[in-house]
Nanobody, 119 residues
Framework: QVQLVESGGGLVQAGGSLRLSCAAS????????MGWYRQAPGKARELVAT???????IYADSVKGRFTISRDNAKNTVYLQMNSLNPEDTAVYYC?????????????WGQGTQVTVSS
């Protein structure tokens, strides 16, 4: 059974920092990418950052220079260090893992963790 357990969300003042973690278990296929998405009230889910198995990263323009994504392959865990948070970062943050087996792709989502930034 695949499980993605997210942690680290919470309430923080503008300018503060949070570190999100997502630990995956039960994935038997090769993980090729791990990432974070977020969804604010009334808005579509959007990419925050992704990291591939070789360490390549992609960031949304809105978080470049403030957020850092990293991963621990041995622990199947992905992290998101969020600095200089502002109220526009308020959202539910979701972990996403993409795995493959041959030509088949499998996508797994976490349950989401709330991040609230007060002004």
């Amino acid at each position: 059974q695949v499980q993605l357990v997210e942690s680290g969300g919470g309430l923080v003042q503008a300018g503060g920092s949070l570190r999100l973690s997502c630990a995956a278990s039960g994935i038997i296929f090769r993980i090729v990418a791990m990432g974070w998405y977020r969804q604010a009230p009334g808005k579509a889910r959007e990419l925050v950052a992704t990291i591939t198995s070789d360490g390549s990263t992609i960031y949304a323009d809105s978080v470049k220079g403030r957020f850092t994504i990293s991963r621990d392959n041995a622990k199947n865990t992905v992290y998101l260090q969020m600095n200089s948070l502002n109220p526009e970062d308020t959202a539910v943050y979701y972990c996403k893992i993409r795995a493959i087996r041959g030509s088949f792709e499998y996508v797994y989502w976490g349950q989401g963790t709330q991040v609230t930034v007060s002004s």
